[in-house]
């Protein structure tokens, strides 16, 4: 037996709205044996926008029974029945919120007659349950009515049925089936085809928009996931109705993921990532020639374009390290940014003794220190190669720093073991610095086996 229910609420999440009207239609595939429909006050008022979606008015549902008063009619009406729903997920969590604010419980086998249209009646131009049923040639009668829409969708349940040549149905009410889990406009085939190994996945809308990128050590687990937890907030909901494909990018190891994953997003700026998508404004030393012949070094933002000598987390991590670079390779600190040029640097007391301002220094002998002092950094900063597992047992991945510096990553055959740096970075595909790859290598390396990490 089924029962067919369509909904009206208050708005499109059910953790800040109610239901205002419930239809369940008792279905045995061949007939309605019954049907129940009742308005509902949802104890508070109706937006507008709603009203002119639906027609129902707050006046309308000032009478009409609460929740708590019909709950029990609906546990009765749908016990030992499969809830059928158009976007099932929408109409169950719903009254599975509703339940839980009584402390009842609510389980029921479901089915989502947009997932089942979709692979019993596929290429249809459109899924939502009005131009289905235009499709279909089903009559459609009071739109945004719980009734006449639960009475659209037990037509469109009687055509399934008769067309299941494949028995969709029956395969999507077994228990492992996780069908009523997915996303309504997802197609089973692309999860199905998800692999259980580290990777990246893209969450697409119906534009084929990236709105959400994530990394796991097992893809399909980690995509389960985000479909097997509560559904009830607004975003989650709206998030749910927007994915209608998943791609993926299979990397090997949980490192190389980690690190495609922080591409991607600043890349992609997926709607519903949040970390990573912040505009870090990393800062770096750079060196230059003035006009007088002078090497000079100076703190400022990264720049695309233009090369630095270190990076730094912020402003201050950076003139501290140069200011400590100025008293340890006896460099001028006006010469350095450190204070304005107009004051000596023994006014400023950046140092006691600075030969470019108090001695008149040339640039030649001053050019000398600096060139120690920027060999020095160069020392601090480390190349290495970090090897992990490939995306099969013909190769393995690395992952390449230069100088402190994040060159990318790439794959190598496993037969090729012995080689230079500067031969395994033929085999990298190159990615941007910044720190927050940085800081997911550091992590990495911290922890790391020592077979792994390789030094130059």
């Not at 509703?98 to 899924?127: A, G, H, N, W």
Request: charged share 25%; glycine share 6%.
């Amino acid at each position: 037996m089924y029962a067919i229910v369509d909904i009206e609420t208050t708005g499109g999440y059910a953790s800040g709205n109610n239901i205002t009207e419930i239809a369940i239609f008792r279905f045995d595939g061949k007939k309605v044996v019954d049907c129940y429909h009742t308005l509902i006050n949802p104890e508070q008022r109706i937006p507008v926008f709603i009203t002119s979606l639906t027609g129902i008015t707050t006046e309308m549902v000032e009478a009409a029974p609460t929740f708590a008063e019909v709950a029990q009619d609906i546990l009765d009406f749908t016990e030992g029945c499969i809830f059928v729903a158009h976007n099932v997920n929408f109409d169950f969590t719903f009254l599975k919120q509703s339940f839980k604010s009584l402390d009842m419980s609510f389980e029921r086998k479901k089915l989502c007659t947009v997932r089942l249209s979709r692979k019993i009646f596929p290429q249809l131009p459109s899924y939502s349950l009005g131009n289905l049923c235009g499709s279909l040639n089903i009559e459609i009668t009071d739109r945004h009515r719980a009734k006449g829409d639960a009475g659209a969708t037990v037509k469109l349940l009687q055509l399934l049925l008769e067309h299941d040549k494949e028995q969709f149905i029956e395969k999507s009410l077994h228990k492992n089936s996780r069908e009523t889990l997915l996303p309504a406009h997802l197609p089973r085939e692309q999860f199905d085809a998800l692999p259980e190994e580290p990777g990246v996945y893209y969450f697409h809308d119906h534009k084929s928009k990236v709105i959400y990128v994530g990394k796991a050590i097992n893809i399909k687990k980690r995509v389960v996931s985000h479909f097997s937890g509560k559904q009830n907030s607004k975003q989650s909901q709206r998030f749910m109705n927007e994915i209608y494909s998943i791609s993926f990018e299979r990397c090997g190891s949980e490192l190389v993921a980690l690190l495609l994953e922080s591409h991607e997003i600043k890349k992609y700026w997926p709607a519903y990532n949040r970390s990573q998508k912040r505009v870090t404004k990393n800062y770096c030393i750079y060196q230059y020639t003035d006009q007088q012949g002078y090497a000079r070094l100076s703190v400022g933002l990264i720049q695309k374009f233009q090369q630095s000598l270190l990076s730094f987390r912020t402003a201050l991590e950076a003139r501290d390290f140069l200011l400590a670079s100025v008293h340890e390779h006896q460099l001028c600190g006006r010469l350095c940014g450190l204070h304005k040029t107009s004051v000596s640097c023994s006014d400023a007391l950046i140092v006691d003794r600075c030969k470019v301002c108090a001695q008149g220094e040339d640039a030649a002998r001053y050019n000398k220190k600096v060139a120690r002092a920027v060999h020095a950094f160069s020392e601090q900063q480390v190349t290495l190669a970090i090897k992990e597992k490939g995306r099969s047992n013909e190769e393995y991945s690395i992952v390449l720093m230069e100088s402190g510096k994040y060159l990318g990553y790439g794959f190598v055959p496993q037969e090729i073991q012995s080689t230079t740096f500067d031969e395994l970075k033929t085999y990298i595909h190159p990615y941007q610095d910044n720190q927050d790859v940085r800081r997911i290598i550091e992590s990495f390396t911290y922890t790391a086996d020592d077979s792994s990490v390789i030094y130059f």
